[in-house]
């Protein structure tokens, strides 16, 4: 059993004053699979290498297993890890790089034998074992380091963005194929990304960082469903949440500029909303692309939620087409039927689902509901 | 239009005149002239000559002069490439760490490179005929109190420490330049994997350094079989020839003696062990070096 704990770490590099990573608190469960995810610089890997100890905690404590490992070598903390560059040995071939932490750690022959037989099977290299990383290709490559990885039989992977450097279609594949490893495996997994897909489709928890600070720890269901903050409501989701600066006034929300809306919003969100003392005050309203409405049928049972929106880019993608549009200065995006396809320049009635409404303070932009 | 044909497939010929002119001026026709002279008895002197065969390099085979110009040579060429390879390698590794002064410590270690070979001799000749002496009068010790350069063993010491001492600076800057080649997330990998220091070194690092050694080794048996400048303003060949390069031995017959036949031969000779020699080691490097 092997859970990982962080408490309070710090991480300041030389000659900058401010932490790159401020009072990370996380308790990662045997088995679980933990993904960070946030935009590039926001300090997920650093925290992935402090973990692995490429990287010193400046402060803090880092246990893995119940014990203390912050002062402790990389090669005595038993983790595998796969990096972002794949990191092969070029000068080995595909068996000698899985083999080579078994060598060092003085496995018999025999018994390295049958590790990196099985993890080439599991990950189709059989074939491959004799060539030189040179010779292969990207999804290869990656399958050589997560073999790497699997042979040890580590209690816990670390994977530093692994999929980005593979084109659109193989990171789909190999994505689902990690995913399969992890059930197959149950190894205690650390997942660095800043795609929001991969983070949805293979987290347990998700670990939301922004600037070297949480913004929130939660399963997939709960960052989309209920985002802590502005920041987590816009980047978890594709496309992105939309945002209005709203009025709340007489159970209304008007748009703050130039009252391009008037939309009554529902009675439990209401009551939560006038509790907390914003009747007469400015909110941050956000509403998912999937939540606003073309459809004839929501547009006539809930007249008084509708806006007018000119749509300024139509993107058609197959199944569903994805409307740009303005409504008065701010920018909304609606995901919505194929068959609604319109043409940029028109007007466009939209109905927003307000029982998925979300609403923000606007100066600590924190959601206000919960 | 056949001629046309031909311009438009060979005309790219045209770029390369130049150059394989000056090469075949400068370089192919005093190899072939070299090697022709080496079977006359031509003096250098006159513009009379006769063929002699074989001759010059037979005797070639019987001048205690040429062996033991090829003993010293050997025994330099080795000291050059393993200290050059050695020493190269260590300082490069220390000088990629995190230390201060980084930047002084790179530039200082290369300065000996910019030196006129003759310069760095003259300086180390003052130093060995004067300076060590009086620090051996002044603290008591016997082997130090006479110049180094006047035993065989001393000078042929003292001529691979100053051939090395300059020669050492540019394996520096190759080396520093292959440890640097090399990601820093394969050696962080082999951390991760379980290697220690030593065990990135030879497992990680010199697999990833084995061109910039290969060039080296080339660049050292180089310098060794055609070291001239240093040994000729330090030494001159002595004591008894026992620093006599093979350089410096063409040099001795075709000016001193006036054999430039036979000095050919021996230009000849050192020519055919440098291709011998640069041919194995590239076979051999190809082999293992990093794709």
Same mark, same amino acid.
């Given at each position: 059993?092997?859970?990982?704990?962080?408490?309070?770490?710090?991480?300041?590099?030389?000659g900058?004053?401010?932490?790159?990573?401020?009072?990370?608190?996380?308790?990662?469960?045997?088995?679980?699979?933990?993904?960070?995810?946030?935009?590039?610089?926001?300090?997920?890997?650093?925290?992935?290498?402090?973990?692995a /100890?490429?990287?010193?905690?400046?402060?803090g404590t880092?246990?893995?297993?119940?014990?203390?490992?912050?002062?402790?070598a990389?090669?005595?903390?038993?983790?595998?890890?796969?990096?972002?560059?794949?990191?092969l040995?070029?000068h080995?071939?595909?068996?000698?790089?899985?083999?080579f932490?078994?060598?060092?750690?003085?496995?018999?022959?025999?018994?390295?034998d049958?590790?990196?037989?099985?993890?080439?099977?599991?990950?189709g290299?059989?074939?491959?074992?004799k060539?030189?990383?040179?010779?292969l290709?990207?999804?290869?490559?990656?399958?050589?380091?997560?073999?790497?990885?699997?042979?040890?039989?580590?209690?816990?992977?670390?994977?530093?963005?692994?999929?980005?450097?593979?084109?659109?279609?193989?990171?789909?594949?190999?994505?689902?194929?990690?995913?399969?490893?992890h059930?197959?495996?149950?190894?205690?997994?650390?997942y660095?990304?800043?795609?929001?897909?991969?983070?949805?489709?293979?987290?347990?928890?998700?670990v939301?960082?922004?600037?070297?600070?949480?913004?929130?720890v939660?399963?997939?269901?709960?960052v989309?469903?209920?985002?802590?903050?502005?920041?987590?409501? /816009?980047?978890?989701?594709?496309?992105a949440?939309?945002?209005?600066?709203?009025?709340?006034?007489?159970?209304?929300?008007?748009?703050?500029?130039?009252?391009?809306?008037?939309i009554?919003v529902?009675?439990?969100?209401?009551?939560?909303?006038?509790?907390?003392?914003?009747?007469?005050k400015e909110?941050?309203?956000?509403?998912?692309?999937?939540?606003?409405?073309?459809?004839?049928?929501?547009?006539?049972?809930?007249?008084?939620?509708?806006?007018?929106?000119?749509?300024?880019?139509?993107?058609?993608?197959?199944?569903?087409?994805?409307?740009?549009?303005?409504? /008065?200065?701010?920018?909304?995006?609606?995901?919505?039927?194929?068959?609604?396809?319109?043409?940029? /320049?028109?007007k466009?009635?939209?109905?927003f689902?307000?029982?998925?409404?979300?609403?923000?303070?606007?100066?600590?932009?924190?959601?206000?509901?919960? | 239009?056949?001629?046309?044909?031909?311009?438009?497939?060979?005309?790219?010929?045209?770029?390369?005149?130049?150059?394989?002119?000056?090469?075949?001026? +400068?370089?192919?026709?005093?190899l072939?002239?070299?090697?022709f002279y080496?079977?006359?008895?031509w003096t250098?002197?006159?513009?009379?000559?006769?063929?002699?065969?074989?001759?010059?390099?037979?005797?070639?085979?019987?001048?205690?002069?040429?062996?033991?110009?090829?003993?010293?040579t050997?025994?330099?060429?080795?000291?050059?490439?393993?200290?050059?390879?050695?020493?190269?390698?260590?300082?490069?590794?220390a000088?990629?760490?995190k230390?201060k002064?980084?930047?002084?410590?790179?530039?200082? *270690?290369?300065?000996?490179?910019?030196?006129?070979?003759?310069?760095?001799?003259?300086? +180390?000749?003052?130093?060995?005929?004067?300076?060590?002496?009086?620090?051996?009068?002044?603290l008591h010790?016997?082997?130090?109190?006479?110049s180094?350069?006047?035993?065989n063993?001393?000078?042929?010491?003292?001529?691979?420490?100053?051939?090395?001492?300059?020669?050492?600076?540019?394996?520096?800057?190759?080396?520093?330049?292959?440890?640097?080649?090399?990601?820093?997330?394969?050696?962080?990998?082999?951390?991760v994997?379980?290697?220690?220091?030593?065990?990135?070194?030879?497992?990680?690092?010199?697999?990833?350094?084995?061109?910039?050694i290969?060039?080296?080794?080339?660049?050292?048996?180089?310098s060794?079989?055609t070291? +001239?400048?240093?040994? +000729?303003?330090?030494?001159a060949?002595?004591?008894?020839?026992?620093?006599?390069?093979?350089?410096?031995?063409?040099?001795?017959?075709? *000016?001193?003696?006036?054999?430039?036949?036979?000095?050919?031969?021996?230009?000849?000779?050192? *020519?055919?062990?440098?291709a011998?020699?640069?041919?194995?080691?590239?076979?051999?490097?190809?082999?293992?070096?990093?794709?």
């Open positions: 059993m092997v859970k990982v704990d962080l408490d309070h770490v710090y991480k300041q590099y030389k900058n004053d401010k932490y790159s990573v401020t009072d990370f608190n996380l308790h990662i469960k045997d088995q679980e699979f933990i993904v960070f995810v946030g935009p590039s610089g926001c300090g997920k890997s650093t925290t992935l290498r402090m973990i /100890g490429l990287e010193d905690i400046s402060k880092l246990k893995i297993g119940g014990k203390v490992m912050n002062d402790v990389p090669k005595n903390r038993d983790i595998a890890m796969v990096f972002q560059n794949y990191a040995y070029p080995m071939t595909v068996y000698d790089n899985m083999a932490g078994l060598k060092l750690r003085k496995y018999s022959k025999d018994d390295i049958k590790r990196v037989q099985r993890a080439a099977k599991i990950l290299l059989t074939e491959y074992l060539r030189k990383p040179a010779a290709s990207g999804g290869q490559r990656q399958r050589v380091a997560l073999g790497r990885a699997i042979v040890r039989d580590a209690p816990i992977f670390l994977m530093d963005e692994p999929l980005s450097n593979l084109d659109a279609k193989l990171r789909v594949s190999m994505r689902a194929e990690i995913a399969k490893l059930q197959q495996l149950k190894t205690t997994t650390i660095v990304t800043h795609d929001q897909t991969e983070a949805m489709t293979l987290a347990d928890r998700i939301i960082i922004k600037d070297g600070i949480q913004q929130q939660g399963s997939p269901m709960e989309y469903n209920n985002p802590a903050n502005v920041f987590v409501a /816009g980047f978890i989701g594709s496309p949440m939309n945002f209005f600066h709203v009025i709340l006034k007489d159970g209304k929300i008007v748009d703050k500029e130039n009252h391009d809306f008037e009554p529902p009675e439990g969100k209401l009551k939560v909303l006038k509790d907390k003392g914003y009747e007469g909110l941050i309203f956000g509403i998912r692309p999937e939540d606003v409405h073309t459809e004839q049928v929501f547009l006539e049972a809930f007249p008084d939620q509708v806006v007018t929106a000119t749509v300024t880019v139509s993107e058609l993608l197959g199944a569903e087409t994805q409307l740009y549009c303005k409504v /008065g200065d701010t920018e909304l995006v609606s995901k919505v039927d194929a068959r609604d396809f319109t043409k940029p /320049g028109t466009v009635k939209m109905g689902e307000m029982n998925k409404a979300h609403f923000f303070d606007p100066e600590t932009e924190k959601a206000v509901e919960n | 239009m056949k001629s046309k044909g031909f311009i438009e497939k060979h005309w790219g010929w045209l770029f390369l005149i130049v150059p394989l002119i000056l090469q075949a001026i +400068f370089f192919y026709f005093p072939v002239q070299g090697a080496s079977f006359t008895n250098g002197l006159t513009y009379n000559y006769k063929f002699v065969g074989f001759n010059n390099y037979k005797l070639l085979m019987m001048d205690q002069n040429f062996m033991k110009s090829i003993g010293f050997a025994i330099l060429t080795i000291s050059l490439i393993v200290g050059e390879i050695v020493i190269g390698i260590l300082v490069a590794r000088l990629n760490s230390i002064g980084q930047t002084f410590f790179r530039a200082w *270690f290369f300065f000996p490179a910019v030196l006129s070979g003759l310069t760095v001799a003259l300086i +180390f000749k003052q130093v060995f005929n004067y300076g060590l002496p009086a620090i051996g009068n002044a010790i016997e082997w130090l109190q006479t180094l350069l006047g035993t063993a001393g000078a042929i010491i003292a001529t691979i420490f100053v051939l090395l001492w300059q020669g050492v600076a540019m394996p520096i800057i190759i080396f520093l330049a292959g440890l640097q080649s090399i990601p820093d997330e394969i050696k962080e990998a082999a951390e994997d379980g290697a220690n220091s030593r065990q990135i070194f030879w497992k990680i690092e010199l697999p990833y350094m084995l061109p910039s290969s060039m080296v080794f080339i660049l050292a048996l180089k060794g079989l070291a +001239f400048d240093q040994i +000729f303003a330090m030494t060949g002595g004591p008894n020839n026992s620093t006599t390069s093979l350089g410096l031995l063409v040099y001795n017959y075709a *000016f001193k003696n006036n054999s430039f036949g036979y000095a050919n031969a021996i230009a000849i000779v050192l *020519f055919i062990l440098i011998i020699v640069s041919f194995v080691q590239i076979k051999i490097s190809n082999k293992y070096a990093v794709d």
